[in-house]
């Protein structure tokens, strides 16, 4: 039996509308939509998370049974709960879009597990009053890429929203995923996401937009309630400080995206999570080369505004973007605005030397920042792979000696000859690093097992998640159900994948789906 959920906290304290038609259109002076999803013809679940499932207190029984199918595919309600499409606005690639909302996801309820308390959505369930001109679907390639990759962020350590369940619809999506004028039909999917909230920064954006102060304050107050009631009831001195956690929040998750070298590649300002999640997994990908100007969407090919190098600057001023919508709450907007965005960028300073210092097994002290800034220095050109380098310097650390040139065994990490005058640069940062390293009271054996604890041996890179995708098209599911068994050890030795199996093959370097990706879905 399904167990009953509760209604969104987000519907029961925020005003909605009464139209329940899944008509685009314009929606003011509410927070909400009421929807019901569109039912499918033929659901059959591809996967799910064990994990997530018993934080929801959702027995294996449960999880198999048909009911529970029938709720997850959209062709019934969740017991208790209710269906609500959210209203947000935000700005993309720097420009303000106005409305947008939930076109594609509805909330469908809060279950309270032993987890704690979550919002379940469904995201490709049909068309909302924010689907635009889409049809609120989503096609099987990208819900497999999302439904892996937010368990994937989870096991890493980041904060992000989960993925319950990965369920196939039985239907076919037309999509033209490369934006040429040649749409295609493809298998229709729908994702389970799980979070403790959904609430973006455009949530406040859009009604900030439109001078609708009730609105925002009420969604403030809201906020302040759920999720930060340390921070006393609703009143400008709290609303501020809750601007300034949510921008340290933001600050660290950045520096923990960069820290494994995942680019999310859509940073619009409803695509940022009020509580520091990474949340939207679209044409999202992870550095192969270590190149900063890297982005994995194609939509963002000329400008490259949200490439690996510019997320902390992303970051930054989409936390602008939110203290200019709160400050129409605040005493002090101006003001306001300058201590969130210094807020943002000391806890991303703070954290991005932390996460970089226990990736080179760095003690703390005087000269770990100008090491790690000298690293970045040689690595920008020099065709290596980021994590598979980082995973493999822990061996050079237990040496007895600094290492002599470039050892083989992080040659390993290079995808062709090492140019010389890099090797040389190389063969001086590494010198530096050991004797560096190797001169706090922390034994090199213990610095290098907390090295490896800090980088992970397996990245779920687009490549690897390529091939399940490919396998799940011709009626194969079992590549989607090992890789989310592996991801869920991401720091442990597997045996069949060495370190170095990571590395991009040749074939996957300009094959769509393994590089950049189009935002189509």
Same mark, same amino acid.
């Given at each position: ?17 009464? +139209? ?66 959210? +209203? &947000?606005?935000?700005? @993309? ?144 001195? %709290? ?41 939207? &997994?679209?044409? &999202? ?11 994995? +969407?194609?939509?963002?090919? @000329? ?46 300073? %703070? ?171």
């Amino acid at each position: 039996m399904v167990p009953t959920a509760h209604p969104p906290r987000f519907c029961t304290s925020l005003p909605g509308e009464a +139209n329940e038609a899944p008509l685009p259109r314009a929606v003011v002076g509410a927070a909400w939509s009421p929807c019901a999803p569109t039912p499918v013809r033929s659901p059959r679940l591809l996967a799910s998370s064990a994990e997530v499932a018993a934080q929801l207190g959702l027995s294996p029984g449960v999880m198999q049974s048909e009911a529970l199918l029938g709720v997850l595919a959209g062709n019934a309600g969740w017991p208790g709960g209710r269906c609500v499409a959210t +209203n &947000y606005g935000g700005h @993309q690639f720097g420009n303000w879009a106005g409305q947008l909302g939930d076109g594609r996801a509805l909330l469908v309820g809060e279950l309270h597990g032993p987890g704690g308390r979550f919002e379940l959505q469904l995201k490709g369930a049909g068309p909302t009053p924010y689907s635009r001109r889409g049809d609120g679907r989503a096609v099987l390639r990208s819900s497999i890429r999302e439904f892996l990759c937010s368990e994937a962020m989870h096991h890493l350590g980041i904060p992000t929203t989960r993925a319950l369940s990965l369920v196939v619809t039985g239907e076919q999506v037309v999509r033209d995923m490369f934006y040429d004028g040649h749409p295609e039909e493809e298998p229709g999917a729908i994702v389970c996401r799980v979070a403790p909230s959904f609430l973006r920064f455009g949530h406040f954006e859009l009604p900030a937009s439109r001078g609708d102060v009730g609105l925002l304050s009420s969604l403030a107050a809201h906020a302040l309630r759920e999720f930060f009631p340390e921070l006393g009831p609703p009143a400008p001195d %709290a609303t501020r400080e809750m601007l300034l956690e949510v921008a340290r929040r933001t600050g660290r998750l950045v520096a923990q995206w960069q820290s494994v070298g995942f680019v999310h590649g859509v940073l619009n300002t409803d695509n940022m999570s009020l509580l520091g999640l990474t949340i939207d &997994y679209g044409p &999202y990908g992870w550095l192969d080369d270590f190149d900063p100007s890297w982005t994995p +969407n194609t939509t963002d090919a @000329q400008t490259r505004r949200y490439r690996y190098g510019a997320q902390p600057a992303v970051g930054a001023w989409n936390v602008d973007r939110l203290a200019v919508a709160l400050s129409h709450l605040l005493g002090d907007p101006q003001g306001a605005r300058e201590a969130a965005v210094e807020t943002y960028r000391a806890a991303f300073e %703070a954290e991005a030397l932390h996460r970089f210092s226990v990736k080179l097994g760095l003690q703390g002290g005087d000269g770990d920042a100008e090491l790690i800034d000298g690293l970045f220095d040689w690595l920008v050109g020099a065709d290596v792979d980021m994590a598979i380098f980082f995973r493999l310097l822990s061996g050079e650390l237990v040496a007895d000696s600094p290492p002599a040139g470039l050892p083989a065994r992080l040659r390993a990490a290079f995808y062709g000859p090492v140019p010389p005058d890099r090797e040389q640069q190389a063969a001086a940062w590494l010198g530096r690093w050991w004797r560096h390293a190797r001169r706090g009271p922390t034994a090199p054996g213990e610095s290098a097992r907390r090295m490896d604890a800090a980088n992970p041996r397996f990245i779920l890179r687009n490549w690897i998640v390529q091939e399940a995708i490919d396998a799940a098209h011709a009626g194969d599911p079992s590549g989607v159900r090992a890789l989310l068994e592996e991801l869920r050890r991401p720091f442990e030795e597997q045996a069949g994948r060495p370190v170095t199996a990571g590395k991009r093959p040749e074939w996957a370097r300009h094959r769509p789906g393994c590089g950049a990706l189009s935002c189509s879905s």
